[in-house]
């Protein structure tokens, strides 16, 4: 029986990231996202898991590109 492989998308195909991920992919530090997802609880950009805030990269980058000046 063959191992099975763990394969993870990479970042641009995924449709939720982790907000380390999210603040790589979108070049804004960890502690701003952090910041902006407590600020923006009920946004539809974040999915809640727990306590843990998911961020929903397609919305988030609608957001982004409208939205956000400065950080």
């Known amino acids: 029986m063959e191992a099975m492989e763990n394969k993870t998308l990479p970042w641009w195909e995924k449709q939720t990231l ?19 997802c ?7 950009f974040i999915l809640w898991r727990g306590n843990r805030a998911m961020i929903k990269r397609e919305l988030f980058q609608k957001y982004f590109n409208e939205e956000l000046t400065v950080i």
């Not at 790589?24 to 960890?30: T, V």
């Not at 407590?38 to 539809?44: A, M, P, S, W």
Request: glycine share 4%; with cysteine; aromatic share 12%.
């Open 18 to 36: 982790s907000l380390k991920e999210a603040s790589a992919y979108f070049g804004i530090s960890y502690k701003c996202m952090r910041r902006l």
């Open 38 to 44: 407590k600020e923006h609880r009920d946004e539809n």
